[in-house]
């Protein structure tokens, strides 16, 4: 934000330059050279631009036009256009018009290749996998081919959800303005949901791997893709809010049979007690409290370990009422999985490590299966989403939309408050 901010005063004051210092007497203005060089000195992107084309400037009217049609489209992207044309008008001619060109296309193009805000600074942790996109030689080489319109097009996702949503988007938005000014506060929460969830899309790399285990959290849904295409689909249970499920790309790399659970310390204070000790078959090992195998341990049958170092995996629970709920929010932040075991016996079949399953199932104790290869598992939270063709809309109830939606620059709006943590001991 700061070195935006350098560059834009940059920019103002080479806007000024060959004004008078005193009455008569006029300081020599830069050349283009230097006028480049003195606003790039505040942004790597326009260095990298500029120093790759020995500081000669960019733009011709053809292209600038382009560049304005395109961001004028920046409704379909749930942004808004103004904030990235305004700067323009700033900076009128000269190498400070050519530069505040390259910034703005630089901008637009961040914001659809990799997000207008960072997820990284709305939620910590957040380690889903991102794309990159080196956008500095992205648009040196949509101007020497007189198709910036074209590239910055190509930045966003080209996917049918994406499409979707924005399609919707502009739509909620035609009907807000067709509302004269009192559109329903159902429609205008619509619209801002649509804007949050685009970007949501944006910050996710383009080509995800093929085979995959992707949990959408707002809407405690998981979709296994195999090689592809999408395999399976089933309910899970995702954490409370107050002990939500964190934002992760996280691989599974093991399956385990009758797991036991290490009760955490922030939680131990609930069944540290004798007699609740022995009504979970727990015992302490090593001054940890560890609940043993079984059909009641808190993990059910089956734990898919992932590598992460929040201690967030997806498991099986003995509480099987959850999942026939509407609202399944109600783990303390870790994945519980509807037919974990047959899940489970989906992924020993494809991953072919059937056999070793099925043996180690029934030792009844606990017991590890190692995957040939780790598939990788995306914790996502997609409050809107593409569902056999529908857009589908569900509560914010971690209240992270409105994060998002302030970080975009949207009106704030009132947070509901959380409701009190449930009495549900599993992970």
Known sequence: ?????????????????????????????????????????????????????????????????????AIGQAEQHGLDKAAFLEPLAR?????????????AALTYAQALAQGRTDPTRLRNPYSVPRPRADLAQGLNEALARGQVGQWLAGLAPQDAEYRA??????????????AAGHPPDALLERARTLAVNLERRRWLERTPPPTRIDVNTAATMLTYWRDGAAADSRRVVAGEPGRETPELGSPLFRLVAN???????????????????????????????????????????????????QSIYLHDTPAKGLFSRAERHASHGCVRVF??????????????????WDEA?????????????QIPVRLMYQTAYLDHGRIMIVPDGYGWDEDVAEALGLPARPRRAAPPPGQDLGP
């Not at 199932?361 to 290869?373: D, I, K, N, R, Y």
């Open 259 to 309: 797991p036991t659970w290490t009760v955490p310390r922030s939680i131990e204070h609930e069944v540290d007690s004798p007699a609740s000790m022995r009504r979970h078959h727990m015992e302490r090992r090593d001054g940890w409290i560890v609940q043993q195998s079984g059909p009641t341990n808190s993990l059910g049958l089956v734990k898919f370990d992932l590598r992460n170092d």
């Open 91 to 103: 900076s009128p001619s000269g190498p400070a018009h050519d530069a505040a060109l390259s910034l």
């Open 165 to 178: 949503l924005s399609q919707a988007y502009v739509e909620a938005n035609r009907q807000v303005a067709a």
């Open 1 to 69: 934000m700061r070195a935006r901010f350098l560059v834009a005063a940059a920019l103002i004051a080479l806007a000024g330059c060959g004004q008078a210092d005193q009455p008569n007497q006029q300081a020599p203005a830069p050349s283009p050279t230097e006028a480049l060089r003195a606003v790039a000195a505040g942004d790597a992107r326009l260095a990298h631009l500029y120093g790759a084309r020995s500081w000669s400037t960019a733009w011709t009217p053809r292209t600038e036009a382009d560049l304005a049609n």
């Open 339 to 356: 037919d974990a075991l047959g899940f489970a016996r989906m992924i020993a079949e494809d991953e072919g490590v059937l056999d070793q």
């Open 361 to 373: 199932l029934a030792t009844g104790e606990e017991s590890f299966v190692q995957l040939p290869h």
